[in-house]
Structures are given as C-alpha cells and as structure tokens.
C-alpha cells in the first residue's frame, strides 16, 4: 500500500467516525499535542475537546458527510491533505475546508496539526 493510499484509508476512517459518532477513532488518530486552529483562527491543543464532541448522546450528529476536494502531499513520513467537507445533520447542514497534517510517528499515523474554515 503506498503512502498515499495509507492516509485515504485513514481520512475514510475519520469520516465514518463523524458518521457514528466514534470517539475513539479520534482518540487513536489525533496526536496528544495536536495543534488544531479553528474556524475563528485560534491554535490549540485541542483533542480532548475533539473527542469529547464524538461522545454518543443526544442522537446522530450527522446523517451524511461528503468528502472531496481531496488533496494528499506527501513529505516522507508526513502527509498533508487538504479536502472539503458536506456535513447534514439536525445540528449543522454545510460544507468546510480541512487541512491535515498527518506525521507516521513511532510506525502509526497520526494528525499532528490541522485547520477547518468555512467552505
């Protein structure tokens, strides 16, 4: 499998974790000081707070997420995509850009920084 085929099969991963929603996917792939910026530009180590929004409760998050868009760059032992995002749910219905920034740390993958925006 090459490198590029490696981080699709992990970014299909993380959309059918939105689809659970499925912490622990998030838990096994974002890096304990992963650097994420928000929409509004703010930086920060921010993976508890992206797996404690994939919590279960409360119903389904989405019905349906859409990629595409997709752009994988690969460095080495790291990988930089950059896609868009169609999300439905009752919670939010729209589209936002991703960037990722996947490093192979210790034989795994892991996203070590990443930025959403509005699409």
Do not use: Y
């Amino acid at each position: 499998m090459t490198t590029v085929e490696e981080i699709r099969a992990l970014e299909e991963r993380l959309r059918e974790a939105e689809l659970g929603p499925d912490p622990a996917v998030f838990e096994e792939l974002l890096d304990d000081d992963a650097v994420l910026v928000d929409q509004k530009g703010r930086a920060a180590r921010a993976k508890r707070k992206v797996v404690e929004a994939h919590r279960p409760g409360k119903g389904a998050k989405f019905t349906a997420v859409e990629m595409s868009e997709e752009s994988i760059t690969v460095h080495e032992n790291a990988a930089v995509v950059t896609c868009t995002g169609r999300f439905t749910g009752p919670q939010f219905t729209g589209a936002l850009r991703f960037m990722r920034v996947w490093l192979k740390k210790d034989g795994r993958w892991r996203i070590v920084a990443g930025s959403i925006a509005d699409a």
